[in-house]
């Protein structure tokens, strides 16, 4: 049986790893199938990364995770984990192709998956005009019109970022201010290629196959308009990933794993929790890197005790 | 890197459209963090059914033309040729079982 088994590849997961694997707990990390490196794979330049004074970019930030990590002899699987028994003092994990692994402590570092609009068509379209990730999909529109949704960092780094293609880039935000912080929103409205449209929100999506247009909400007066885009990127939040784990270990009434006060430590013994899942304020790459040593002290203070 | 053989715009017609075996093309790019992760499953899936189901790569950076013509505005997007003609669509990056459910009817 293995001492520890990290369930997550973004920041606190490979930190969790390069911790756990330098105590000598030879841990398995558990990747995913094609979601390995999490939400920092979907990003350009990150800037404000300690360490990295001229910036890096987020998919190499994560190959530097993940070297470092093996490096210390961390084994990782790229596949998806299908269902977790926690309970017992042998924690059991399933993976998609069938694999079975069993440990002494599992650590939880799930992060957290993008929110849709919840509107119709939603699904058909993506893909088709309708993308989750800028730096994906944004060559495609070259001298195109697109709209970017959200009010948050993610979504002014989207809009900003799509403006080295699209001839314009609309940002839609249901209220009349944005929460992101305030350098991000600055260079956002700024820039002369992005128009802001405030109080609104996307209330139909049109176009057959592909979009060609969304349909408008004020959030105010509640009044309809049309706007003519051929790309929508949703930047509107993320929503913490418990499904694996819900009814195992406690959830707070927000939907994230519940940790006692600083630690890392879930309502189970020997279960672990860290990163985006756990924090429903900082989420922050470093944050969450933190979050993943933590959770490997933790662990590792637990199996010393065991 | 990827096995796949490498299709550009001269030679699209012979190794895709006229190929005696349906062909799946992977629309990628190096910056494309998703495309990289579906790269070695569709390596993997090419070793298992080769006979079937042939795959090849096309470069959306060099081949914009290409990537136009066939309407990609995502990637990676996994189009199947079948006689010259798309007969199936798959955008994002997604686990093997999923892809080799998806392709059933050409893996067979």
Partial sequence: MRDVIIIGSGPAGFTAAIYTARAGLKPLLIASSVEVGGELMKTTEVENFPGFPEGIMGPGLMANFQ???EKFGTEIVYDDVVSVDLAGDVKVVKTGLGDVFEAKTVIVATGAAYRELGVPREKELSGYGVSWC???DGFFFRDLKVAVVGGGDSAMEEANFLTRFASKVYLIHRRDSFKASKIMAERALANPKIEVIWNSEVAELHGEPKLTGVTLRNTVDGTTSQLDVEGLFVAIGNDPRTELVKGQIEISDEGFIKV?????KTTLPGVFACGDVIDPTYRQ???AAASGCVAALDAEHYLTNH | MSAAKNVTT???EADVLKNEKP???DFWAEWCGPCRQVSPILDQIAEEYGEKLEIVKVNVDEEQQLAMQYGIVSIPALQVFKSGQVVKS??????????VNDLAEFLA
């Fill in chain 2, 23 to 25: 062909v799946l093309v």
């Fill in chain 1, 260 to 264: 006692e006060g600083r630690s890392s």
């Fill in chain 2, 10 to 12: 001269a030679s699209f």
């Fill in chain 1, 285 to 287: 790459a470093i944050t």
């Fill in chain 1, 134 to 136: 800028a730096t994906c």
């Fill in chain 1, 67 to 69: 070297e470092q990590a």
């Fill in chain 2, 90 to 99: 798959i955008v994002g990056a997604k686990p093997k079982s999923v892809l």
